[in-house]
């Protein structure tokens, strides 16, 4: 049986990347002026923000990513086969993340606790 073809037309798909790319920008204006505040305010805890912040801007480049290329995905299964490797990539990143952030974390815990010479 063949697999039916997803019928949306290209005005919809035009309108779907115009409106990915609009969010993508609006998105990268908020990461520029969020960079600028953390980087602004020195405090402990500035380079763990930076880090998280960085993380939150790879995730959100790797979610518009997976919206553009649903958008032209032809069939139900090539969007489930997208949605699959978008989900397996998440999850090993989102496990790479929490590593980082945990060894800095440890790290400047180590570093708070050491005596002041």
């Not at 069939?75 to 989102?94: G, R, V």
Request: net charge negative; hydrophobic share 40%; no cysteine.
């Amino acid at each position: 049986m063949e697999e039916p073809k997803l019928e949306v037309p290209a005005e919809l798909r035009d309108l779907a990347e115009k409106t990915i790319d609009q969010a993508e920008r609006a998105f990268g204006m908020f990461f520029d002026a969020a960079n600028k505040s953390v980087a602004s305010i020195p405090s402990p805890g500035t380079q763990i923000s930076k880090q998280a912040l960085s993380f939150t801007e790879q995730n959100m480049k790797a979610a518009f990513e997976h919206a553009r290329k649903l958008v032209h995905a032809t069939d139900l299964q090539q969007a489930m086969q997208i949605q699959s490797e978008f989900l397996k990539s998440q999850f090993t990143n989102a496990g790479e993340h929490m590593r980082q952030i945990t060894g800095d974390v440890m790290s400047a815990a180590k570093d708070a606790t050491k005596p002041k010479s």
